[in-house]
């Protein structure tokens, strides 16, 4: 059977279990490196840099973790204050993933079109703007998860996220199919 994180928590703040941690680390790794490409889009480096230091920190202060988010959402938090650390070197920009691609050369057109608009349109958000689309929809995370990875009130992120979405869609009110 398959140990849970808090089990995995508990053996590598308890027992010093560093296989303990490690699996913490293959299982969450995937989608701190994705938040941190998200918001470092220009430099991969930088991005699996801050995604390094965000595991060490989190071994080093996993006695802190007291279960009230899930640990993703306590790594990604601590991903964000990393990026926040480094960000006077960078401009966020949004990365657009997962736009579904195209079955024939005329859908490819129109997808590569799509696709560029889009990333036009996240690019004249703020960055918070783009940030919490981001973890809400490419990391699936939920209102109060996002308000606890960005430190944020759960209202402002709520109205952050639907101000946001409407924007887009102002935005790319060409791509709507009419009524």
Do not use: C
């Not at 209202?155 to 935005?171: E, M, P």
């Amino acid at each position: 059977m398959t140990p849970s994180d808090s089990e995995l928590i508990r053996r590598t703040v308890a027992d010093d279990d560093r296989a303990a941690f490690g699996e913490l680390v293959r299982r969450h790794q995937s989608s701190v490196r994705h938040f941190l490409r998200h918001l470092v889009p220009s430099d991969h480096a930088l991005a699996d840099d801050l995604a390094q230091e965000t595991f060490l920190t989190a071994y080093r202060q996993l006695v802190r973790f007291r279960g009230e988010a899930a640990f993703s959402t306590w790594l990604l938090g601590i991903a964000h204050n990393h990026w926040r650390n480094a960000r006077r070197h960078t401009r966020p920009v949004a990365a657009l993933e997962n736009v579904p691609e195209a079955a024939s050369p005329l859908d490819e057109s129109r997808s590569a079109d799509l696709r560029h608009d889009l990333t036009h349109a996240l690019q004249q958000l703020p960055p918070a703007a783009q940030h919490v689309l981001h973890l809400h929809y490419q990391q699936g995370l939920t209102h109060a998860e996002i308000a606890a990875v960005l430190d944020q009130p759960l209202g402002t992120v709520k109205s952050l996220l639907l101000r946001s979405t409407a924007t887009l869609r102002q935005y790319l009110a060409a791509w709507q199919p009419a009524s």
